[in-house]
C-alpha cells in the first residue's frame, strides 16, 4: 500500500519548511537533496501554495516558506490535497460495482487511517525530526 | 493510495469463495469474469491456498474453495499477507531516514487503517455483495 509520489514529496517539502520557518528554502536545493525532479517538486510546491499550505516567492532569491504554523496542519489535510484518489481498490472497475461489500469496508479503512493522520501535524513530525544538514536555505 | 493488484484480487476471489460455499470455484472463470490474467489469478489461489485461506483441488473439474470459515477470515489477514509493503511512503530511500518524524505518524495511519480491517470478514464483505451471475462454479 503506498501513497504517490506526489504526496511523498509533498509531505517531504512541508516538513523542510515546517522545521525552518526563518528562511526562504529553495526548491532546486530540496529538489537535488530528495533526488527528486526540479519539475516535479516545483508541481508540487505549486499545488501546496495554490493550497495556502506553502508561501512561494517568484524570481532570483525567491523560493517558498510555510503558509500557516506547522501546529495547523494535519498531515490528513496534506493527503487529502495530494492524493489523486482514496479509493484502495479499482472498484469503478470492477464486475461487482455497486454490489460489493467489500467497498464499503475498505473505504471505512481508509476513513481510519485519515482520521489518525487527521490526529498528527507538522509540528509533531518536526519534532520527530533531525535535518542532516542546515541545507536548504535559498541565497 | 492503493493497494496492489494482487491484494485486490485476492479479495475478490475470497470474496467469490465466501459467496458460494458448496461448490469448486474455477480460476479461468473467476480470471476471464475479472479480466485478470489466468496466470495471475493462479499465483493469488496459490499464495491463498498455502495460507490455507483456500483449499485447492488439482486436475479437470479441480478449482477451490474457501479453507476456513469467512467468519473467520478478517480483511486485515489478507492485506497483511497479500501487500509487499505496508509502508506508505518510500522511507528507505529517503534522505531522512532514521531521523524523519513523518514515519512513526505514517506507521500509526497504518496501524489504523489495518485495525479497521481486522474487524471485518469475509463474511461480512459477503452480507453485503450481490453477485450478478452463479457464475463460477467449476464443472
Chains 1, 2 share one sequence.
Do not use: W
Amino acid at each position: 500500500m503506498r501513497l504517490t509520489a506526489h504526496t511523498d514529496y509533498a509531505l517531504r517539502i512541508l516538513l523542510h519548511a515546517a522545521m525552518d520557518r526563518d528562511h526562504l528554502l529553495s526548491i532546486a536545493q530540496v529538489a537535488e537533496a530528495h533526488e527528486i525532479s526540479r519539475n516535479h517538486a516545483m508541481k508540487v510546491v505549486n499545488l501546496l501554495g495554490n493550497a495556502g499550505l506553502l508561501e512561494t516567492v517568484r524570481g532570483r532569491g525567491g523560493g517558498f516558506r510555510l503558509g500557516r504554523p506547522a501546529s495547523e496542519i494535519t498531515l490528513g489535510e496534506v493527503v487529502r490535497l495530494t492524493e489523486p484518489n482514496l479509493q484502495p481498490a479499482d472498484c469503478d472497475n470492477c464486475l461487482l460495482k455497486g454490489a460489493c461489500g467489500l467497498t464499503g469496508l475498505l473505504r471505512n479503512a481508509v476513513g481510519a487511517f485519515l482520521a489518525e493522520l487527521d490526529r498528527s501535524t507538522l509540528a509533531d513530525a518536526a519534532a520527530g525530526t533531525r535535518l542532516p544538514l542546515p541545507l536548504f536555505s535559498a541565497t
